[in-house]
């Protein structure tokens, strides 16, 4: 491709509606534009990307025997009242009315739609196990839509849906969902986890989730240092039902707290909205951690009628702390989680309560005090139970290694579901005694769209994104300096482009009239993986400069054995 033909639509300023690094470098890159809160155009050089990670994908889906299909994305409530979710799943539904007044809903989700299929189509055990997916578009009108495709409101989606005679095969299919994921994040070259997770509204009786390891992540997971334990500390869908949650005010306040002693003066100090935020809110100093450490924790309405009766104790809050690195050793953060507001540090652990704290936390750097509280994010409550009573560096709950906690982007989710579904659709199959069985299912969601954003929370420098091979949007470019000037150099650059092409790598050839400031930084911006640099005098000298995306300086490479170097 050529830039003449595929135009660069970079921009210098960091724009002020993203607040972390993907979202900025995804804008300025030019590969979204955004339409409305949580509504973004995936423009060309941005599609490439997504097509890749989609494609990726697919390869794994497809190997691991999933059939894909594609199922419409505005879905009849009356199949949503049967599942009995019309009701129950809240404002992230997207309602819509057709002209006769008929009740629709833009998908958040598909297991209605797939299992109303399944109960059409399937007849007989002998055409089972089935597993069937697709890659579409879905909908959730997020309460609080941000980081760009990360938490959008449209959004793609990989799901897949299964369906099964008993449970054993139901366990091998999820058992074969959850190798293909592991390929599926390796190939992409992301570092990630899998944790045992919360099965949420979706239900069901066993869940595993993968998340991209970042601190700009919205989940804390735990996990041994040593052993295979992992788990989500996740918050239990309907544990604080949306209406009630908090209303996102000003992230990160940074106020002086000389005199807080109790709850109440913490509350006063930080001019909390008490009769609402009470309902959630408890302040708590852990002493595990030296007194210095102040966790928000949100709460249901036992804990508030504790608070007003006084009945929980009043916290002393020292916030002595001689440095930042005391600071990080006390609470275990890994580097890099603290800024100076004291931003989100992962999660600190109310023993008293046995719940799970994260997102907050009192620092003293320099001799001002800051403190960090996040109201954007549902702080979880100790859902799993093993994570009950345990903080970061104690034994893991399966009594090997020590428990570390991290922050994590859920970019994947498989469940076992189960019969909820398909009992209440009334989805069944004869069996081999030619008796109705209801049919247990598993479904496997992955966010294609939301991996574009977590790989560049993994993979980026001060100079822009820095892609893994296997998504770059090009692979190779070249770089002429005077091209304009040189008729010599222009047939050369069409030569090795040419070359290249017919290779097999995808080349983007800068052709446009600007300074090699220019294209160096936007080559860099956008993140091509390799960089060829060429002009006269490279031509006299029979060598090209090359620069690896993650390389300090540039190497020169002879011309005739540039090809192999680049394999
Ligand atoms: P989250 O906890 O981040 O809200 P979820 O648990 O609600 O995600 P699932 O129902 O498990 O999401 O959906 C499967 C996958 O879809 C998730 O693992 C995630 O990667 C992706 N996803 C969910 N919500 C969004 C969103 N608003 N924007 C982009 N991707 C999303
Ligand atoms: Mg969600
Ligand atoms: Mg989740
Ligand atoms: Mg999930």
Avoid at 127 to 145: G, M, S, V
Avoid at 178 to 190: D, K, V
Avoid at 201 to 220: P, R, Y
């Amino acid at each position: 491709m050529r830039v003449s033909k595929f135009p660069l639509t970079t921009l210098k300023e960091v724009p002020a509606e993203a607040e972390i690094t993907s979202h900025q470098l995804m804008l300025r890159a030019g590969l979204i534009r955004r339409l409305a809160s949580g509504l973004y155009t995936w423009m060309p050089l941005g599609l490439r990307i997504l097509r890749k990670v989609e494609r990726v994908v697919r390869e794994e889906m497809d190997a691991a025997g999933a059939l894909e299909l594609l199922m419409p994305c505005v879905q009849p409530a009356d199949l949503w009242q049967e599942s009995a979710r019309w009701e129950k799943y809240g404002p992230e539904l997207l309602r819509l009315k057709d002209r006769h007044q008929r009740e629709f809903c833009f998908g958040p989700t598909h297991e209605e739609v797939i299992t109303d299929i399944a109960r059409r189509e399937l007849r007989s055990y002998k055409q089972l196990p089935l597993n069937f997916y697709q890659i579409q578009t879905k909908f959730r009108d997020e309460i609080r839509p941000r980081f760009g495709v990360m938490r959008a409101r449209e959004f793609v989606m990989k799901d897949a849906y299964s369906f099964h005679l008993d449970d054993a095969s139901l366990d091998e299919t999820y058992q074969r969902m959850y190798a293909a994921y592991t390929n599926i994040f390796t190939r992409l070259g992301l570092d990630f986890r899998a944790v045992a997770a919360d099965t949420g509204s979706i239900g069901g009786n066993a869940s595993h989730e993968f998340h991209v390891l970042a601190d700009a992540g919205e989940d804390a997971i735990a996990f041994s240092d040593t052993s295979d334990y992992a788990a989500n500390v996740e918050l239990a869908e309907g544990a604080v039902p949306t209406e009630t949650r908090p209303a996102p005010a000003e992230t990160l306040r940074e106020v002086d707290t000389p005199d807080a002693r109790t709850i109440q003066d913490l509350v006063a100090q930080f001019e909390l909205p008490v009769e609402r935020t009470l309902k959630t809110l408890i302040v708590h100093a852990s002493e595990a951690r030296g007194g210095g450490l102040i966790a928000l924790i949100l709460r249901g309405d036992h804990q508030l009628n504790a608070i007003k009766a006084e009945k929980l104790p009043e916290v002393t809050v020292p916030l002595q702390f001689a440095d930042e690195a005391e600071i990080r050793n006390a609470i275990g953060a890994g580097p890099g989680s603290l800024g100076p507001v004291g931003l989100p540090i992962p999660c600190v652990v109310d023993r008293a309560a046995a719940a799970v704290a994260d997102f907050a936390a009192g620092a003293n750097i320099d001799g001002r005090h800051y403190f960090g509280i996040n109201w954007e994010r549902d702080v979880p409550l100790g859902t799993v139970a093993d994570l009950r009573n345990v903080e970061a560096g104690d034994p893991s709950p399966d009594g090997q290694g020590r428990l570390r906690i991290v922050r994590g982007i859920e970019v994947g989710h498989i469940f076992k579901l189960g019969r909820t579904y398909s009992e209440r659709m009334n989805a069944t199959v004869l069996d081999e005694n030619g008796q109705p069985q209801v049919m247990a299912m598993g479904c496997y969601g992955i966010g294609v769209s939301r991996i574009v954003g977590a790989a560049i929370e993994q993979n980026h420098d001060d100079r822009g994104i820095v892609w893994p091979q296997p998504i770059a949007p090009f692979e190779v470019a070249i770089a002429p300096i005077g091209l304009h000037k040189s008729a010599r150099l222009r047939e050369a650059v069409e030569a090795l482009y040419v070359q290249l092409t017919e290779a097999g790598f995808e080349v983007l050839l800068d052709d446009r009239d600007v300074r090699p400031g220019v294209m160096f930084a936007d080559l860099e911006l956008i993140g091509i993986p390799h960089r060829l640099v060429l002009g006269e005098r490279a031509l006299d000298a029979g060598e090209i400069e090359y620069k690896g995306r993650r390389d300090d300086a540039p190497s020169q490479i002879p011309m005739d054995r540039l090809v192999e170097f680049l394999r």
